[in-house]
């Protein structure tokens, strides 16, 4: 029997929530708790990062700089160590993660943080056919003050597998939740998008589903053959201001992306 993917939702001072995927997974059938809307930001700051398990001595300075002015963050390959979980309920209201590798202290997985309690939350799994390693996604859902929700995907794309087709499973998943949403989105993650084959089945999902992608004027993102593993993409709402910081807090760099919505 295939095993039911799960996030951890973690809130400080309180006992951490086991939450699976929703019976019903149309995020728009959901009661909205009150008070739950997200602020009237000017402009929507979100951060995408595969922080790598943590294993960089300076990663939490790294973080830390860049988060305090950021409404969303990605992250991918985030270990719930004690330290990167007290750092999480201190400076975000919501915090998931679905956990994918099963390290011998602490699961690795996407982990999303904003500042407000999402309405809808959906993990997903897949795992690589070669290493039968894991990899996760998680979609979530914020209210806006104009009243339209924000869908929000954080994915870690499987990496080791013969052709692509789990690559396309694993997207499709994806694309279920995401068709059943009239609002804007925002899709950010580590595609593990190296191969020819895989980029061309990456761009028919993305134009499958009417997103645009964040541009890059000087563009320091992790490649792998020359192609780059890292994407923002979004829909529903205007880029303002895109960049990529050089780090060594990780294997890949982080980026930041500000969004107007329109």
């Given at each position: 029997?295939?095993?039911?993917?799960?996030?951890?939702?973690?809130?400080?001072?309180?006992?951490?929530?086991?939450?699976?995927?929703?019976?019903?997974?149309?995020?728009?059938?959901?009661?909205?708790?009150?008070?739950?809307?997200?602020?009237?930001?000017?402009?929507?700051?979100?951060?995408?990062?595969?922080?790598?398990?943590?294993?960089?001595?300076?990663?939490?300075?790294?973080?830390?700089?860049?988060?305090?002015?950021?409404?969303?963050?990605?992250?991918?390959?985030?270990?719930?160590?004690?330290?990167?979980?007290?750092?999480?309920?201190?400076?975000?209201?919501?915090?998931?993660?679905?956990?994918?590798?099963?390290?011998?202290?602490?699961p690795s997985g996407v982990m999303t943080l904003s500042g407000t309690?999402?309405?809808?939350?959906?993990?997903?799994?897949?795992?690589?056919?070669?290493?039968?390693?894991?990899?996760?996604?998680?979609?979530?859902?914020?209210?806006?003050?104009?009243?339209?929700?924000?869908?929000?995907?954080?994915?870690?794309?499987?990496?080791?597998?013969?052709?692509?087709?789990?690559?396309?499973?694993?997207?499709?998943?994806?694309?279920?939740?995401?068709?059943?949403h009239q609002g804007p989105v925002i899709m950010g993650g580590d595609?593990?998008?190296?191969?020819?084959?895989?980029?061309?089945?990456?761009?028919?999902?993305?134009?499958?589903?009417?997103?645009?992608?964040?541009?890059?004027?000087?563009?320091?993102?992790?490649?792998?053959?020359?192609?780059?593993?890292?994407?923002?993409?979004?829909?529903?709402?205007?880029?303002?201001?895109?960049?990529?910081?050089?780090?060594?807090?990780?294997?890949?760099?982080?980026?930041?992306?500000?969004?107007?919505?329109?």
């Amino acid at each position: 029997m295939r095993e039911k993917a799960y996030a951890v939702r973690y809130v400080a001072g309180q006992p951490d929530e086991i939450i699976f995927a929703p019976e019903n997974s149309d995020p728009l059938t959901h009661s909205l708790p009150e008070g739950a809307r997200l602020p009237v930001y000017k402009t929507l700051k979100v951060l995408v990062w595969n922080i790598f398990k943590q294993q960089r001595a300076d990663w939490q300075s790294v973080l830390l700089g860049l988060g305090k002015d950021s409404h969303l963050i990605l992250l991918q390959e985030a270990q719930t160590t004690p330290a990167l979980i007290a750092y999480a309920t201190k400076h975000h209201i919501s915090v998931e993660q679905v956990p994918a590798l099963q390290l011998p202290q602490h699961p690795s997985g996407v982990m999303t943080l904003s500042g407000t309690s999402a309405v809808f939350c959906c993990p997903l799994h897949e795992r690589e056919p070669l290493l039968r390693m894991v990899k996760s996604a998680l979609i979530t859902v914020y209210p806006m003050p104009d009243g339209r929700m924000l869908l929000v995907v954080n994915i870690h794309a499987v990496n080791f597998s013969l052709g692509i087709d789990i690559y396309r499973k694993q997207l499709a998943a994806v694309g279920e939740q995401m068709r059943l949403h009239q609002g804007p989105v925002i899709m950010g993650g580590d595609f593990n998008s190296w191969s020819r084959q895989r980029m061309n089945a990456l761009y028919t999902f993305i134009r499958d589903q009417s997103l645009k992608e964040v541009r890059f004027s000087e563009d320091y993102r992790r490649t792998a053959f020359g192609r780059p593993l890292d994407f923002i993409f979004y829909r529903g709402m205007s880029v303002e201001h895109a960049r990529v910081l050089k780090t060594d807090a990780s294997d890949h760099n982080p980026l930041l992306a500000e969004f107007s919505f329109t």
